[in-house]
């Protein structure tokens, strides 16, 4: 087994991408676009550019933030200096080096990891088989035709530009272009400019889709007769997995970004997932968390070594409340938050795109607007709002335990198709729709697309609102600072900042390790470095560090071999005469791989006549005395010479026959020849001497 | 091991489904139902059957409910709450969310209108339904250890599953109720190719084949749309779930086509809930279902409203959708007791009736007067309509299933007896499965699959996976591609059996190999002078080391005669008959010795090894090609070819003699006769060179026939004749190619001028005509064209115009051109 990281993400929005090389068969697991990247490019706003100029606009910036002051020191870093062309978008880079053809399986844990697929199938070579839940799949592709939707938009703006090389590139790689920007496009070492892409269109989208084969969880699909591959609810968002890959030579689990306890999807099952023998760990969530200690070193709690003997015990601290209360309270607060912005007569932009979290904000909000009698529309804008909203009141087995008992109470499972039909909650696929227009009002609540303010009805609205300290604009972490709201500065509306749990917590990692007891674990160097496995005595952990490639042993036993009763009742048995002890057989039938086992069966009887031509072995030594006994029994007479072979040490011995034909047998430690004319002779001799050896 | 299946309910009968199975020792109940037609204690399942003491938690692994019809899940809250099971129980989701709406309104029914006794309460079916867990289609459970279920799609109602249960290697298929057509709502049963000891099917129409279900439609659309049409009430009981969301899915569909305005009603909120969840439960209804989805849900029915007991009387038509189905209590009945005696009025009958209920009396007669259950008649003047939709598979579907799966035996559940046991017979005689039709409380021990484990070497599991083909032509050539036989089953005493490539086998055992090897004596006749009979061995052994690859040969001095020893192997030796291929057998193992030569043994057949492993193949095909090749020869100078040649030029001979003779008299300008003459005499020469070439060619080959035969084991000299044969053979690949070469030029110096003739030359014409007609038509030409005039005969002052005279006239040219 061969493990490749070939990116390690950055956040939600980015997930990680592996490329595992197991039983011989390329995988890859997700295909994620690096979306933060388009922040280098200027959002389509005709006005703002005028605007933006006119204001110096150091004093908006965050004064705490490193990087830009770094930036201070070398040149102030302007909304002109943004990219004002129609956007490329950022794909994993090193995947760009791997031949698409040779990929075997492509398996996506979440939609977001399912954004930079339609690139991959473009490539006429490519012929992986595709696995994904049932749910990213619909979710995945509501999300991709979004993104092509907002993008529309730019290209109306900036017109056709069918030129395979963008001009803009060439004009980044000046002299006074900031180092960020350039950091952005070119990457760490200068190298990233193969990783960019125009974005696919609409059908590329559909001929994506059409090779995909969807999963639920916990079904068994078989690749190639080799590997069973289950997807596993990760409790990340709806639909989002983890992989057990069984196969021959033993099982492989990936854990990608996971929540334990989640309020929208199913919860992290990790049950399924005990026992592998090989675990790749790929939660890199706990590195972006800020809440990693001053001395980046957590030791697992000292509990925790005495607790792995109760498993119980350990579950109940996998799967405590707290995370989710805490997340729980964070949308109550932007709840409040929003209730208070529009109590003073703002309005709030919410840009949050992760669908849990929306689902779960869009019901929070419209109860606690019904219970405070504020009379503030809620309105959705995106061109994939009507058909998300609806597709999600239809899976309740994709969802947690609570909305499944909705379910069973024969209510839906989420509570906006109530308030969408009282037209509390408003749908629109556009800005520019019709009934928008109609149906205005401020202050009100609005979710639009899209996180990176780039794309999107959010950057319109963004820039209506801007200038309104009443305003409130709720986004996910990390996009304030740097690019983020560079087009849109100077900024009076109140931000609120919320990073959500995305992944496995650091301080439970060794917890959850003792629970699943893989024999081997990878886990990113990283993760490594700030955490201490001494505790873990009885699992070898590798690091696996970002484009090197990590060859992992094989510990599984020899694989196993079923063969089917009737068959082995077949089989002609031996028993040895000089080991009482051994039984052996000679196998018959075909070798078969079926469900990732080999399995012998029958096969054509018409192999009975020639099985008996198959050359013989032997093994064990003749003595020439007993040899000249046993054919005297069967009337044939020889006299014994002996005779020293050439080096002198050995000896070989001759039998001579004379009757009833002429021949010769020459006995040695290694062998035995039988020299003569006479077919029967031969047989007759040679079947003297299968009597004497221990043979198959 | 051992499957027991063992019948509860639906043993040769329709109702209280239950069926339990044991495998392994794992013992899973599949569905737990009551029987609707009974009320007394035959109702339930014979539940002591399972477990004397009544300890089920340890006398079942778990319970699987297939769908959430009473004859499946009728009994769950009586075993669970009332003989008090607590393992598992698993249903899919759309089961778990309306299981309890159905006993609800079962045990409302039964008590409320019926006036029974409680069978189960309310807080009965809260609790029952506490305990199970949902499943979702394909999703493989661990119930334990060994035991691992999956649930299929049945399509027999919303959440409908077949069940696969796995224990260890013995794996089995209840498949309970279930559908193998699309409905309008619902898809078809989906099951993959799976490995089955044991399969338990449903057989409600084991005998009836139905054919497309669009004409029932149409028919009961019909019936339903005169009937409210004339002013009637139409009345359909059904269950709240499943047959009303199909016929109701029809009707609005049709009402909306016809623009129909009669209301159409449900009886209770409980259909409308029910509507509720078949919103959810999308994901589980058909394909085309799913795709409508995006843009309307086809479950919000526009012209649905609810009904009040008040509308009972009120005048006009309408269509009502009532419960219980089967007219066997509550609403429904009260309904059909005031609406039956108009005639009017419509009953339309969906689906199956139990025997005993009023809807089955209905159904099995056209009855005048209808005993109701407290003793009351009433007259049924009303029309009664069977809609002849069910759910269930027919025979065809069933057969279709069990041959798909192919399992090792069948067990047929859930039918009637007389048509179960033609379906026994049909599924022993057409696909060879034994089949079996238990009865209640019968038992059916069928054998289950174990596989004897082993763990395999890598050496063995690579060699078994690169193909070793082998070739042998007894009769006809054969090819036999046998990597399993060179592995090695050891078992040794209380360890784990291995499997090992037979080269290891030593290893294992702690044995050195000791191989045997057979040297074979052939005589070789050479004619000479003995004096370099040396050389001449020499040169035999130089040959034979070449075209043989991994042989060894050496003269032996203790013989009389020189011999010559082609190393073989014993089985090899037998094998003789295989000109072809004998020189594979000699390389592919083993090798000879004898007392002078001091060459190891070992050394030769690692030698062998080395080289013998791509030589065999390559000769093989050098040798079938040159076979090939001569055989083609040998065909040119078959018996017939020849003589339909000479055949054909001697009448060509004939034909130019017959042709002289005839035309003595005429004298030609040309000198032709010595054309055809000439002609002829070629003709007589081919056919005499053909002839002489053919008997001198069938006189070699009788030679060389008989040389061969005498001389079979002497492999030299076939290898001399092959040399000599060869310079033969390349003088005549000269020939043909010169021949081909001529034949391709003819053909395609032909095929040019064709193609001159056909395309070039009306294109030459047509440039020529458009050259050369640019001005049309000259004056000159023009003039020569006949001229007509047309006249009309005036018969007296009327302007009638009869036959008229065409006149030739030069003088209007003009006029004529211009019209």
Known sequence: ?696 | MAIDCLVLGAGQEIGKSCVVVTINGKRIMFDCGMHMGCDDHNRYPDFSLVSKSGDFDNAISCIIITHFHMDHVGALPYFTEVCGYNGPIYMSYPTKALSPLMLEDYRRVMVDRRGEDELFTTAHIANCMKKVIAIDLKQTIQVDEDLQIRAYYAGHVLGAVMVYAKVGDAAIVYTGDYNMTTDRHLGAAKIDRLQLDLLISESTYATTIRGSKYPREREFLQAVHKCVAGGGKALIPSFALGRAQELCMLLDDYWERMNIKVPIYFSSGLTIQANMYYKMLISWTSQNVKEKHNTHNPFDFKNVKDFDRSLIHAPGPCVLFATPGMLCAGFSLEVFKHWAPSPLNLVALPGYSVAGTVGHKLMSGKPTTVDLYNGTKVDVRCKIHQVAFSPHTDAKGIMDLTKFLSPKNVVLVHGEKPSMMILKDKITSELDIPCFVPANGETVSVASTTYIKANASDMFLKSCSSPNFKFSNSTQLRVTDQRTADGVLVIEKSKKAKIVHQDEVSEVLHEKNHVVSLAYCCPVKVKGESDNDADLIKQLSEKILKTVSGAQIHESENFVKKKLMSSSDSTAARDQHAPLLRPRHDGSSSSSSSSSSARPTALAVLLGRITGHRAPSMLVRETAARALEERRIDWGYSKPVVAADILWNAALVLASAVMLVGTVEERPNEPIRVWICGYGLQCLIHVVLVWSEYWRRNTTRRARDLESGDHEDYSVYDYEQDSDNSTTYRLSVIFLAIDVFFAIFCVVLACLVGIALCCCLPCIIALLYAVAGTEGVSEAELGVLPLYKFKAFHSNEKNITGPGLLHMSELIRGWCRAS
């Open chain 1, 1 to 696: 087994m061969k493990l490749t990281c070939l990116s390690k993400g950055d956040g939600f929005h980015y997930p990680p991408c592996h490329m595992l090389n197991l039983c011989g068969f390329r995988i890859l697991i997700d295909c994620p676009l690096d979306l933060s990247a388009i922040k280098i490019f200027s959002p389509v706003i005709s006005c703002v550019a005028s605007e933006a100029s006119k204001y110096p606009s150091d004093e908006s910036l965050d004064a705490q933030n490193p990087i830009q002051k770094k930036h201070k020191l070398e040149r102030q870093l302007t909304f002109a200096d943004l990219v004002c062309e129609e956007p490329w978008y950022k794909t994993v880079k090193p995947l760009h080096l791997w031949d698409a053809s040779f990929i075997d399986i492509v398996l996506i844990s979440n939609p977001m990891g399912l954004l930079g697929l339609p690139f991959l199938t473009q490539n006429p070579g490519f012929s992986a088989k595709i696995y994904m839940t049932e749910a990213t799949a619909k979710i995945g592709q509501l999300m991709m035709e979004d993104l092509v939707s907002m993008h529309a938009e730019f290209r109306c703006f900036h017109g056709p530009d069918n030129s395979s090389f963008p001009g803009w590139i060439k004009n980044l790689d000046r002299e006074q272009v900031p180092a960020l920007l350039k950091k952005v496009v070119f990457g760490e070492s200068g190298d990233d400019l193969g990783s960019w892409m125009r974005l696919y269109s609409l059908d590329d989208i559909e001929s994506c889709m059409k090779k995909v084969q969807a999963v639920k969880f916990a079904e068994e699909v078989c690749y190639n007769g080799t590997l069973i591959i289950k997807a596993l609810s990760s409790g990340l968002d709806i639909g989002a997995c983890n992989w057990l890959i069984n196969g021959p030579n033993g099982s492989l689990s990936y854990v990608s970004d996971s929540i334990f306890v989640s309020h929208h999807a199913r919860n992290f099952d990790f049950h399924g997932l005990k026992g592998t023998d090989v675990l790749i760990y790929s939660d890199f969530s706990s590195l972006q968390s800020a809440e990693v200690t001053e001395n980046g070193c957590i030791s697992p709690d000292p509990d925790n070594n005495y607790i792995s003997t109760t498993s119980s015990d350990n579950k109940d601290s996998l799967l405590n409340t707290e995370d989710s209360l805490e997340e729980m309270e964070k949308l109550e607060f932007i709840c409040s938050c929003a209730a208070e912005s529009a109590d003073a007569g703002g309005s709030t932009l919410i840009t949050i795109t992760r669908i849990g979290i929306v689902l779960q904000l869009l019901e929070l909000m419209s109860n606690s607007l019904e219970s405070s009698s504020l009379k503030v529309p809620i309105f959705v804008i995106s061109s994939v709002a009507e058909e998300l909203l609806a597709y999600t009141n239809t899976i309740p087995e994709w969802l947690c335990e609570q909305q499944q008992e909705k379910l069973i109470s024969g209510e839906p499972s989420f509570g906006h198709l109530k308030f969408i039909k009282d037209k509390k909650i408003h749908l629109f696929p556009a800005i520019h729709s019709p009934n928008l227009i109609t149906s205005w009002q401020e202050p009100c609540i609005i979710f639009a697309p899209h996180w990176s303010l780039r794309l999107g009805p959010s950057v319109q609205l963004l820039q209506r609102w801007r200038g309104d300290p009443k305003s409130l604009l709720v986004l996910e972490d990390g996009i304030s600072s740097g690019l983020g709201l560079l087009p849109f500065r100077p900024i009076a509306m109140k931000i609120l900042q919320c990073s959500f749990l995305s992944g496995i917590r650091l301080q439970k990692l060794p917890t959850l390790l003792s629970v699943l007891q893989p024999k081997i674990v990878l886990v990113p160097d990283a993760v490594n470095q700030r955490i201490n496995f001494a505790a873990m005595k009885t699992i070898s952990i590798l690091n696996y560090f970002e484009n090197k490639t990590l060859r992992v042993p094989r510990i599984a036993d020899n694989p196993s071999v079923e063969i089917t009763t009737d068959l082995a009742s077949k089989l002609s048995w031996r028993k040895l005469r000089q080991r009482e002890n051994f039984g052996i057989a000679r196998l018959k039938g075909g070798l078969l791989m079926e469900d990732g086992k080999h399995r012998l069966v029958s096969g054509l009887e018409q192999e009975e006549s020639s099985g008996k031509a198959r050359p013989l072995r032997h093994w064990g030594s003749v003595a020439p005395e007993s040899l000249l006994d046993a054919l005297l029994k069967i009337g044939i007479k020889g006299s014994l010479e002996q005779s020293i072979g050439e080096t002198g040490s050995d000896d070989n011995s001759i039998i001579h026959i004379a009757n009833p034909s002429s021949g010769l047998i020459e006995v040695s430690e290694m062998g035995t020849a039988i020299i003569t004319d006479d077919e029967n002779v031969a047989s007759q001799v040679f079947q003297a001497i299968d009597g004497i050896l221990d043979g198959i």
